[in-house]
């Protein structure tokens, strides 16, 4: 059973410039979630794809983007980056939609952005 | 607004003890509670999980506890052992399978 990996693991971006991350799910899951956890914070719920389509949003402005592949793979996309942005980005895959089991969620190691 | 808060950021305790991590919430529309471990450069793992119409649930040496009245939840690990220090939050489901984490406890077994 292959786990979630994320890419890249590091990166460094300037003001203004855009990012995008990837996110590969567990084998078998179809719902894939995205959080931000800054520095000495938990993790921020930011939006959930449950097959291809988005399912749920946090408090997260629209230069926040996302998108989910027919292999349930994700992409999270930001904008205009700020250096608020600056955190770790972590990749959630779950092996159900809106109200499956107990919606253990499991991660992925974490993409790591920098933003100077 | 913090809907699931974690007030302590570290706790410390001898090998063999008991290590409680305390966490609590504001919305009463939770249905899951959850706890995750984290260690350093790796993601979130999750840990134990307990339903709402739950009081208690225990896996090995992991025991959640819930008090819904006071909205707190509980996690008990005994006894404590040094491959147990890691971070640990707490998360809570809302309707549209939307989770909120605290802000984590850092514990530390001290062998």
């Known amino acids: ?113 920098t933003v100077l | 607004d913090q809907q699931v808060k974690q007030n302590s950021p570290s706790l410390s305790v001898q090998e063999g003890r008991i290590s409680i991590l305390n966490c609590d919430y504001t919305n009463s529309m939770f249905d899951y509670f959850l706890w995750y471990k984290k260690y350093p450069a790796e993601g979130p793992t999750f840990l134990i999980s307990i339903s709402s119409i739950k009081d208690k649930n225990e896996d090995g040496r992991f025991t959640v506890f819930l008090n819904k009245s006071a909205k707190h939840l509980s996690l008990h690990i005994v006894p404590s052992q040094p491959g147990d220090s890691a971070v640990y939050f707490c998360a809570a489901r809302s309707t549209g399978n939307q989770f909120y984490f605290g802000t984590g406890t850092s514990l530390t077994v001290i062998p």
Do not use: M
């Open chain 1, 1 to 113: 059973e292959t786990g979630v990996t994320q890419s890249p693991t590091h990166l460094i971006k300037t003001r203004g410039q855009q990012v995008t991350l990837r996110c590969s799910s567990q084998s078998g899951h179809n719902t894939v979630s995205w959080y931000q956890q800054a520095l000495g914070q938990g993790p921020q719920f930011i939006f959930q794809y449950y097959r291809e389509e988005e399912n749920g949003r946090g408090n997260f402005p629209p230069r926040f983007s996302g998108l989910q592949f027919p292999n349930y793979s994700s992409e999270l996309n930001v904008n205009a980056l700020e250096l608020d942005d600056s955190a770790l980005y972590l990749c959630a895959s779950s092996p159900g939609g809106r109200g499956a089991g107990t919606g253990e969620l499991f991660f992925g190691e974490g993409s790591r952005l």
